[in-house]
């Protein structure tokens, strides 16, 4: 639903309500989907644990789309100028629950001014340059972020890392290229850096082929390490983002560092190949639970055919393998296969089927920190964060209908 109108400048006083000429267009946009289906893995955990995983069947939601609705409005100042504003909010299309527990815009809530030859910044809680880059060239496109993310979304291509309190710059496009940088203020008394969120990206695309490098900087607002600081500008109402069976023993590092690249080649309308390298890095403080920066790298390959016009189909691979630290001989190592398929019933509405594969090997740190050293064990895609397996491999597979509007 889309609502159009003209701004006529309202003046009140004590003789009642008088209507000025309008000087500037406004438009403000209601927007969302809905998504909801079923999903199967064929073991499960609580986080933390090593033991005890069992199959599982359960209503899923957010799946091909996030379940959301948000108002997307631009005003027109004049001479290409335009104010620009989005919120946000998610729910659980399952149960009617908040995305987010007390942020009720915790999708997004940002303000900021656009033109055409200056470029665009904003100001509030939305996706640090490195994503924006990015995002374009993800597998996630393809193969959704519940199944399809590498594991854990350790390198954040998903769309799960949202900062608070953040400046945005992007660039108008010159010759192809276009310039991303944010910075997002922690707020911390004393310290500038504490808990901030810096992130600076390129983005390259002409004809058929397309590129993005990122990198990206978050400080535990938590000094030296420790529990995640409510502070830290990369959280969710104070919590950490992207925990998961491969991080949960790194939760209180000092620092996360991404740097990834990534890009698309289009054969042609119908048929498209994607390739994406990413480095991790969590930076531990005196007050860390280990001692040893632990560096991921993943290489992943992403392959999608349209058949039929109303037809997509997806195949992924990704490898993830972490470095030897922490106590750790036998380094985690990560392999995830994917499949994915689409069919339009209208442009609005979608039927959809993905299943995954991951075996994990090696061995990882658990919720203690170097103090427990453990198998790796499985966690596809980052819609079994909360629930990995119990071993070092993991099916899942789901099917759903999404609704946008």
């Known amino acids: 639903m889309k609502a159009r109108f003209a701004l006529k400048g309202v ?9 000025m000429s309008a000087f500037a267009q406004s438009s403000v946009t209601l927007y969302g989907s809905v998504d909801t289906g079923l999903a199967y893995s064929s073991s499960q955990t609580s986080l933390g644990s090593t033991s005890g995983g069992k199959s599982a069947v359960r209503m899923s939601q957010g799946v091909w789309n996030a379940s959301k609705f948000g108002l997307l409005g631009t005003e027109d100042l004049g001479n290409g100028l ?9 729910f659980n299309s399952a149960d009617g629950g908040q995305q987010y527990v007390n942020a009720m815009f915790g999708r997004a809530a940002y303000v900021g001014l656009t033109h055409p030859v200056y470029g665009t910044l904003t100001a509030g809680r939305t996706y640090a340059a490195y994503y924006q880059a990015l995002s374009r060239y993800s597998p996630t496109n393809v193969l959704s972020g519940y199944f399809g993310a590498h594991p854990g979304d350790l390198d954040g291509l998903d769309t799960g890392y949202r900062a ?4 945005v710059y992007q660039s108008p496009t010159f010759h192809g290229v276009t310039v991303y940088g944010s910075y997002s203020l922690g707020g911390v008394p004393g310290s ?7 992130a600076g990206a390129l983005q390259y695309e002409v004809g058929p082929i397309g590129a993005a490098v990122a990198f990206q900087r978050t400080n535990n607002s938590t000094p030296n390490g420790g529990p995640w600081g409510a502070n830290s500008t990369m959280s969710n109402n104070g919590a950490q983002q992207g925990v998961s069976a491969v991080t949960n023993g790194y939760q209180t590092a000092q620092a996360q560092q991404r740097f990834a690249v990534d890009g698309m080649y289009k054969f042609n309308s119908n048929l498209d190949v994607s390739l994406v390298y990413s480095n991790v890095q969590y930076i531990p403080g005196i007050r860390s639970a280990f001692t040893d920066t632990a560096i991921f790298n993943t290489g992943g390959v992403v392959l999608h055919w349209k058949p039929a016009v109303a037809f997509d189909l997806g195949f992924g691979y990704s490898y993830t393998r972490a470095t030897r630290a922490n106590g750790v001989t036998s380094s985690a190592s990560y392999q995830q296969f994917n499949l994915a398929q689409y069919y339009s019933l209208s442009k609005r509405t979608g039927l959809y089927a993905l299943e995954a594969y991951q075996r994990a090997g090696g061995q990882t740190l658990g919720t203690a920190g170097k103090a427990q050293i453990i198998n790796a064990r499985a966690t596809i895609g980052d819609g079994f964060n909360g629930t990995p397996s119990s071993s070092r491999s993991q099916f899942a597979a789901g099917a759903g209908i999404v609704h946008r509007f």
């Open 11 to 19: 003046v009140m006083g004590a003789g009642g309500v008088v209507a």
């Open 192 to 198: 500038l850096n504490t808990g901030s969120t810096l």
């Open 164 to 167: 608070n309190s953040t400046i």
């Open 82 to 90: 335009k104010t620009i504003f989005r919120l946000e909010s998610g």
